[in-house]
T-cell receptor, first 112, second 115 residues
Framework: GENVEQHPSTLSVQEGDSAVIKCTYSDSASNYFPWYKQELGKGPQLIIDIRSNVGEKKDQRIAVTLNKTAKHFSLHITETQPEDSAVYFCAAKRNGANNLFFGTGTRLTVIP | ETGVTQTPRHLVMGMTNKKSLKCEQHLGHNAMYWYKQSAKKPLELMFVYSLEERVENNSVPSRFSPECPNSSHLFLHLHTLQPEDSALYLC??????????????FGSGTQLSVL
């Protein structure tokens, strides 16, 4: 099955700086890569996703890049704000499968 | 508010108790899921239901018993649990099965402690 590795496990940045979280996957048939944000006391919420037919997608201050050859994808958050503090999960799924394979999460702390 | 509501938010139970977790989605979705979230581990898919039919059971012990009476409600019945079953149990829904539409909407979870 798929194996998704995520780094770092914790990340602290100053407000206004950028944050980057990286994930690698093992199954070359995976073609869908979402990112979820989990705030304290809440369930994960989808913040951005990318499919294997594109290399980059951007939505305001967040962007995701995908390198299919290297089998890794990254989340980039620019101009970080305290409300960006949360645990972020990457995931991967192959076409037709019912299961998302998640990474172990990155706890991001934005220091005011 | 994600449109997926889970109750209770917290549950403490002994190993011999029987309890149930409830999930309700107000999104008109046809697929519902149970996930287990343990510290420092990836989310683990437990069960998948599509239009009230179970389509996936990821080798979950029989002490966990799911029930989906309709497409808006999902239950997880618990009995004779072990301390290692302590975790956050998350319910999620999607418009259709993941293969067709991948966006999952999660509830806030039930934090379960087994003593």
């Amino acid at each position: 099955g798929e194996n998704v590795e995520q780094h770092p496990s914790t990340l602290s940045v100053q407000e206004g700086d950028s944050a980057v979280i990286k994930c690698t996957y093992s199954d070359s048939a995976s073609n869908y890569f979402p990112w979820y944000k989990q705030e304290l006391g809440k369930g994960p919420q989808l913040i951005i996703d990318i499919r294997s037919n594109v290399g980059e997608k951007k939505d305001q201050r967040i962007a995701v890049t995908l390198n299919k050859t290297a089998k890794h994808f990254s989340l980039h958050i620019t101009e970080t704000q305290p409300e960006d503090s949360a645990v972020y999960f990457c995931a991967a799924k192959r076409n037709g499968a019912n299961n998302l394979f998640f990474g172990t999460g990155t706890r991001l702390t934005v220091i005011p | 508010e994600t449109g997926v509501t889970q109750t209770p938010r917290h549950l403490v139970m002994g190993m011999t108790n029987k309890k149930s977790l409830k999930c309700e989605q107000h999104l008109g979705h046809n697929a519902m899921y149970w996930y287990k979230q343990s510290a420092k581990k990836p989310l683990e898919l437990m069960f998948v239901y599509s239009l009230e039919e179970r389509v996936e059971n990821n080798s979950v012990p029989s002490r966990f018993s799911p029930e989906c009476p309709n497409s808006s409600h999902l239950f997880l019945h618990l009995h004779t649990l072990q301390p290692e079953d302590s975790a956050l149990y998350l319910c999620a829904s999607s418009q259709t099965l993941m293969g067709a539409n991948e966006k999952l909407f999660f509830g806030s979870g039930t934090q379960l402690s087994v003593l």
